[in-house]
Structure formats: structure tokens, C-alpha cells
């Protein structure tokens, strides 16, 4: 398995796992709607690009690094890494977005995915380490706990019932 930045060798494979999220209704991780492929591709690089230097970004976006992890030319999935944010900024949308394809879920990636995000963010000193997750979303709950976090707190947003997961909280 490789954890790599995204590359246009992935895009058909992004692109795919995108539309496995659009055929079974997963609301969770949809960066990319089945009519935009074609726009999306002219300017996916420079997009996260723009979210890795932080230069051009709309007001409220996070400065992060996004990384897509792939084993046997297949896209596994992706990882957002947030070591920028003020801690209040981390409480509220956690140091870590990560989603695995549909036709990898319950194949324990979810799990090495975050293990590898959490090692990220260790080796620039972040500590501790947030991360939120929808109430609804049993599998990403399950995998937060497996990896060591611990539930610090439910709260309501404007959408949806979230947990706020800490790691290492001293």
C-alpha cells in the first residue's frame, strides 16, 4: 500500500471511486459529481495545490495536505491531513478527513488509513490530535476507537449530530 500525493495516473480511479459513492447514495464522501468529471480533471491539480500552500483559498477553507492511497494500481482512498489549524479549529472539523471506496469498505483500510494520518501529524508534533466524525456514521466511530481515540464530546451542528474524537490529549 502507498500513501501518495493525488497524481493524474489515479484520475480514473479517483473518478471511479467517486461514482461508487453516486450509485449507492453515500453522502459521506462525494468530492466530485458524475457531471463535473471532465471539469474536475482540468483543474483537480491545481486545486490541491491551492489547498496544500494555503495560496487562493475561500475564506474557511483549511489549509491541508492530501494524500490518496492506493495498492495494486487501485484507489483505496483519501486522506486529508490538517496540521494548521488553531486547536479550536481542530476541535471543530478535527486534524483528519479520510474516506475509503465503497468496494473497499470492511477491509480494514479505514483503520490503516487513519493509522497513517495520525503518524503524520505525530512526526510534525501535533499533539493532540482531533478528528470529528458524523454520530450516524457507525464504521467511522468504530475505527476512531480502534485506533485509540477517545470520545470527548457529541455536539449538534447545523446538519448533523457529530463526534469529537481526541487522541493524546494531555
Known amino acids: ?26 453522502t ?5 459529481a ?3 468529471f471532465t471539469s474536475w480533471r482540468s483543474h483537480a491539480l491545481q486545486t490541491f495545490e491551492m489547498l496544500e500552500t494555503g495560496r487562493g483559498l ?3 477553507i483549511p489549509r491541508m495536505l492530501t494524500y490518496w492511497c492506493v495498492e495494486n494500481d487501485t484507489f483505496i482512498g483519501e486522506i486529508q ?10 476541535m471543530s472539523i478535527g486534524h483528519i478527513g479520510y474516506a ?7 477491509k480494514g483500510y479505514g483503520a490503516k488509513l487513519l ?6 501529524l505525530r512526526a510534525t508534533g501535533i499533539s493532540p490530535v482531533y478528528i470529528a466524525c458524523h454520530a450516524s456514521n457507525a464504521a467511522s466511530n468504530r475505527v476512531s476507537q480502534k485506533v485509540g481515540f477517545t470520545l470527548l464530546e457529541t455536539r449538534t451542528t447545523s446538519s ?11
Not at 459521506?28 to 466530485?32: I, L, N, Q
Not at 491531513?81 to 481542530?90: D, G, Q, S, V
Not at 493509522?115 to 503524520?120: D, G, L, R
Request: charged share 30%; net charge negative.
Open 1 to 26: 500500500m502507498e500513501y501518495i500525493k493525488p497524481s493524474p495516473a489515479y484520475f480514473d480511479e479517483f473518478l471511479a471511486a467517486c461514482q461508487e459513492s453516486i450509485d449507492h447514495h453515500v
Open 81 to 90: 491531513i490538517r496540521p494548521y489549524l488553531t486547536e479550536e479549529e481542530a
Open 58 to 60: 475561500p475564506d474557511g
Open 115 to 120: 493509522s497513517w494520518a495520525v503518524e503524520q
Open 28 to 32: 459521506e464522501w462525494m468530492p466530485v
Open 160 to 170: 448533523e449530530i457529530e463526534n469529537l474524537y481526541v487522541l493524546d490529549r494531555t
Open 100 to 106: 475509503v471506496r465503497y468496494s473497499m469498505w470492511g
Open 34 to 36: 458524475a457531471d463535473d
